[in-house]
């Protein structure tokens, strides 16, 4: 596995400002299973309240959301994308984001990280976080 290092990140007062600004979070891999992050923290965005969109391959509801099984399915807009992905997938979720032309912010969870994809969404206009957990960050920040 190769690990890479963020080069392209947003700041923790552009972090605040993401969390005052965002109302609707798609979570691409929100498992439905309580024991994983991905579900852990989708709950928590929810309970804080932040519209939740799971886009998992599987399911039909999760966290009393309806499922959709990829970006482009979604058919309203979506301010950010919480990904719970392998740092490999990235670069087509960034491409998808571009193609809605709605996404303001794709943050890669904890782990995950892909400058290349990073770098990719930022030129198209939109704000990156890398290798950072949106629950904690926002528990720490708001």
Known sequence: MECEFPTVNTDLSE????????????VVGLSPDPEKASYRVAKYLQQ????????????D???GEKVYRTLAEIPFPVDM??????SSAVGPIVEACKSRGDVKVVWLQVGIV??????????????????????VDHRNIL
């Open 15 to 26: 972090i605040k400002e993401i969390f005052q600004e965002v109302k609707t979070i798609a």
């Open 48 to 59: 804080e309240g932040y519209k939740i969109v799971p886009v998992y391959p599987k399911e």
């Open 61 to 63: 509801e999760i966290l």
């Open 81 to 86: 994308v919480d990904v719970f992905r392998k």
């Open 114 to 135: 892909n400058n290349e994809a990073a770098e990719s969404a930022v030129k198209s206009g939109m704000k990156v976080v890398q290798n950072r957990c949106a629950m």
